[in-house]
């Protein structure tokens, strides 16, 4: 069965708003959660590490204020796009790693208009 | 930053047909994964490998990695439809199994 969740899977904002997403771990504890997000017909881009208890990790020329990440508990990480344009639209998929693999979630699909 | 290649870039094959896809890194490769997408959806995990020489079977693929730690290969045996996708790797960046770099992917098609 799944092991990480995302939801929602599809949305559709106006430019402007602001939209959150989260990623669930359903059966195991998890300090650490990745962000990608996959641009059409290119790869997964690590946008962050998000920490349980403590600051996400950016990489660079991934604008913290843009993409807020909380880690509130071991099995909840969200991230909220704020302000998001159409630039902004894209697949934003989580990850979390059990032992030596990592799960991913079903993704998001965001839309920007 | 590591840095991963893999070829070829898509590739079309007849149903019943082995192929064998690579991925290629600059680096030497802590962890090396292989994972599966369906366009729009999640990526499902294949394999992972981790020692030089290692190879590993699941059902009709198998996913070797060199013993130089620089290469995998993903080899498909009687290729079928549902064999059809994107086929990514991604590598262990730290040596500490947390983020993955990955490649472009590769695109599989299974002619009926």
């Known amino acids: 069965g799944a092991v990480v969740s995302q939801h929602p899977s599809r949305v559709i904002c106006k430019s402007g708003t602001s939209v959150k997403i989260e990623c669930r771990s359903l059966?195991?504890?998890?300090?650490?959660m990745f962000w990608y997000r996959q641009f059409p017909k290119q790869s997964l881009m690590l946008m962050a590490t998000s920490n349980e208890g403590s600051k996400a990790t950016y990489e660079q020329g991934v604008e913290k204020d843009k993409f807020l990440i909380n880690h509130a508990s071991l099995t909840l990480s969200t991230l909220t796009v704020t302000s998001a344009h159409p630039e902004d639209s894209s697949f934003y998929i989580c990850?979390?790693?059990?032992?030596?693999?990592?799960?991913f979630g079903p993704g998001t699909r965001l839309t920007v208009l | 930053s590591q840095e991963l290649e893999q070829s070829p870039q898509s590739l079309i094959v007849q149903e019943g047909k082995n192929l064998t896809i690579n991925c290629t890194s600059s680096k030497t490769l802590y962890g090396l994964y292989w994972y599966k997408q369906k366009y729009g959806e999640g990526l499902i995990f294949l394999m992972m490998?981790?020692?030089?020489?290692e190879e590993k079977s699941h059902e009709k693929i198998t996913a070797k990695l060199d013993e130089k730690k620089q290469q995998s290969s993903l080899h498909i045996t009687a290729s079928q439809p549902s064999h059809a996708g994107i086929y990514l790797c991604?590598?262990?960046?730290?040596?500490?199994?947390?983020?993955?770099?990955f490649g472009k992917g590769i695109t599989l098609s299974v002619r009926p």
């Open positions: 059966d195991f504890q998890a300090t650490t």
């Open positions: 991604g590598a262990d960046t730290d040596g500490a199994n947390s983020k993955l770099t």
């Open positions: 990850s979390v790693r059990i032992l030596d693999t990592q799960y």
């Open positions: 490998l981790q020692k030089g020489g």
